[in-house]
C-alpha cells in the first residue's frame, strides 16, 4: 500500500469516528433508509419512474453482491470497493449523495488514489471503484467495459484470471483505456 493511501485510511478512519463522537447516533432525516434515497433521487431531479428503476437497479446488484446502499446511486461493497450506477437515461455516473447531484455528470469520473472500471466503453455505465491494496473478485463484470487509474503517479494495477495468474498490468498511473474486455479478469489489484 502506497504511504499516500495509508495516510489517507488512517485520516478517513479518524474522521469518521470523530464524526460519530461529536453528532452522536444519525437522525430520522439522515437515516440510509428506501424512503431518504428516494427522496435523494427525487432532490437530484429524477422524476418517481426514474427514482423507482434507480432503486430496482440497486436492488439487483444487492441481491448479487455482498454491501449496503448508501446513497440513491451507490452501494459500498463488504471487500471496499465502491459500486455506483448511473441514473436511468444517462451515460456516466454521477453523485447523487450531494446537493450538486444535478449537474451534468462527467467522462471518467474517478477519484483521485482510486482504480475505476466501467461496464461500457469510454468511462460510461456503472462503475467500481478499488482503493485498498489486495485482490478484488470480480461479480458478473463481463463484455467491453473500460477502465480509468487514478492511483498516485505511477501506480499499476494488475488483472487476473481464474487462477489467479496475471493477466494485464495497467501502465503507471494516471493512464485510461477506453475499451477493455473484463471476461477474463475475475481478479483486480489495485495497486
Not at 436492488?59 to 446502499?69: C, H, P, V
Not at 461500457?120 to 487509474?149: I, V
Not at 495468474?165 to 475475475?186: C, E, K, M, Q, R
Amino acid at each position: 500500500m502506497s504511504i499516500l493511501k495509508r495516510y489517507a485510511s488512517l485520516a478517513t478512519a479518524a474522521l469518521a469516528l470523530s464524526a460519530v463522537a461529536l453528532t452522536g447516533p444519525a437522525s430520522a432525516d439522515t437515516a440510509r433508509t428506501p424512503a431518504a434515497f428516494d427522496k435523494q433521487a427525487r432532490a437530484a431531479g429524477l422524476s418517481r419512474d426514474d427514482a423507482d428503476a434507480l432503486q430496482a437497479k440497486v436492488d439487483r446488484y444487492l441481491a448479487r453482491q455482498d454491501g449496503r446502499q448508501v446513497s440513491a446511486n451507490e452501494i459500498a461493497l463488504a471487500d471496499g470497493a465502491k459500486l455506483t450506477v448511473t441514473v436511468p437515461g444517462e451515460r456516466y455516473v454521477r453523485d447523487l449523495s450531494t446537493p450538486t447531484a444535478s449537474r451534468a455528470a462527467a467522462q471518467w469520473e474517478c477519484d483521485y488514489t482510486y482504480l475505476c472500471m466501467f461496464r461500457q466503453t469510454l468511462g460510461m455505465g456503472d462503475r467500481l471503484a478499488l482503493y485498498h491494496c489486495q485482490d478484488y473478485a470480480l461479480r458478473d463484470w463481463t463484455g467491453d467495459g473500460s477502465y480509468y487509474n487514478n492511483q498516485t503517479p505511477g501506480t499499476r494495477a494488475v488483472f487476473k484470471n481464474q487462477n489467479r495468474n496475471v493477466i494485464h498490468t495497467t501502465l503507471g498511473a494516471p493512464f485510461s483505456v477506453a475499451s477493455y474486455d473484463w471476461t477474463p479478469v475475475w481478479f483486480v489489484r489495485p495497486c
